[in-house]
């Protein structure tokens, strides 16, 4: 390929993505090194591990706000909150069975990601951030556990 061919590649990355991305799908399966777009791929890649990442804490701190305000507002409970707690544990397994490395990432960012639910649920639920206590009275292994509901405050 010529230069002008691999310029054309690169600006395909900001004219048609899907059409740069299958041309440089195609260019490693011909081992074509020379001509794919070897920065932009790079960028790509390293976003993708930011989107995990990022979806990962999404999902965690939505799953810690709704075990909170089921166990500190039991008056209130819905079948929603349960389907959320349900939801998101799903999307919890499926980022640990597809990308096992993140669960390291998920015991880091825990109690970050408490405390964030715990603002969270203060501003959903009315009650006082005090109402929740500093430190999350849910172990990893409970946000995890597929059959686990917390019981009322007390």
């Known amino acids: 390929m010529t230069t002008i061919q691999s310029m054309a590649i690169k600006s395909l990355y900001e004219q048609d993505f899907y059409e740069w991305l299958q041309t440089n799908i195609n260019l490693l399966r011909e081992r074509n090194f020379a001509d794919i777009d070897l920065e932009n791929i790079l960028e790509e890649l390293e976003s993708m591990g930011r989107s995990e990442k990022n979806a990962l804490k999404s999902n965690l701190r939505i799953l810690l706000m709704h075990l909170l305000k089921y166990k500190y507002q039991p008056e209130k409970r819905t079948n929603s909150w349960v389907y959320t707690i349900i939801e998101h544990r799903i999307r919890l397994g499926d980022t640990f069975t597809t990308s096992p490395s993140l669960y390291r990432f ?24 005090n109402e929740f206590p500093p430190e999350s009275p849910f172990t990893v292994e409970e946000v995890l556990n597929t059959d686990f509901l917390p019981s009322d405050k007390n």
């Open 106 to 129: 998920f015991e880091e960012i825990f109690n970050e990601s408490y405390q964030n639910a715990r603002k969270l649920a203060a501003g959903e639920t009315g009650l006082s951030i």
